[in-house]
């Protein structure tokens, strides 16, 4: 428990920010906090320190000069599956989703609690530390498979990238074939107990998912909606 609890205070954090007083204060009280927080105030900027370094986790506004949040979010996903959590005074419900769909982990509105943002990448951090399992190769059927080692996707001997929820949500369906999960079970053991109330984000996963690994995503035939319930994992053909 120790390391664990080290090794998720000495991460790695990027903060993406051009507000200049607020990226200070969020950038002072992380790095008081243990952690190793780089600061830049620009899209461009960040995407060059996530091709040139390691980076456990990102920090990123939305309205930024030049390339705004939501397209950095996009060319993020391009390349990395990195933990992204979105800080933004935008807090509408399209918002939120919007960020959700362009593959960010997370969404925090502005203004914010310091100990809220930490808290949330606490429990993202904690999830991306789990253990791997044994077994490196998971065929689901014969045109599906999961890698574990660099979590991805093989479809149609095709490799398909997978973001850190993604693949925490698709690997907890591969731990319970068959049985229906709830919509509060999914939340609580992919993201956490805090967003069991979070229902839009694990729609908008499921879908994201849904995208990835069906041949038609609006008729699915792996990740089947269980009305009422939640979902259910069921391979064609088990």
């Known amino acids: 428990m120790r390391d664990k609890i080290r090794a998720t205070m000495t991460a790695t954090v990027l903060l993406i920010d051009d507000d200049k007083d607020l990226g200070q204060m969020l950038h002072d009280a992380l790095s008081q906090s243990g952690y190793k927080t780089l600061l830049v105030s620009d899209g461009l900027s960040g995407l060059e320190v996530l091709q040139d370094r390691p980076v456990d986790l990102v920090l990123l506004d939305l309205m930024l000069p030049g390339i705004d949040g939501w397209e950095i979010c996009r060319r993020i996903r391009e390349f990395s599956d990195v933990p992204i959590i979105i800080l933004s005074g935008l807090g509408r ?76 949500l698709l690997n907890y369906f591969l731990e319970n074939p068959g049985r229906v999960l709830t919509q509060q079970n999914l939340l609580s053991q992919v993201w956490g107990w805090e967003y069991m109330d979070q229902t839009d984000y694990l729609k908008v996963y499921v879908h994201r998912l849904r995208r990835k690994i069906e041949q038609e995503a609006d008729e699915p035939r792996y990740i089947l909606t269980e009305r009422g319930f939640g979902y259910r994992f069921q391979p064609p053909g088990s």
């Open 93 to 168: 419900e399209q918002e939120v989703i919007r960020g959700l769909e362009l593959g960010a982990d997370d969404y925090v509105t502005k203004p914010f609690k310091v100990g809220e943002v930490k808290a949330r990448m606490r429990a993202h951090l904690r999830r991306r530390q789990g253990p791997l399992a044994a077994e490196a190769i998971v065929h689901i059927d014969d045109r599906v498979a999961v890698d574990r080692a660099t979590h991805s996707l093989i479809v149609d001997r095709q490799t398909v990238r997978l973001s850190a929820t993604e693949y925490r």
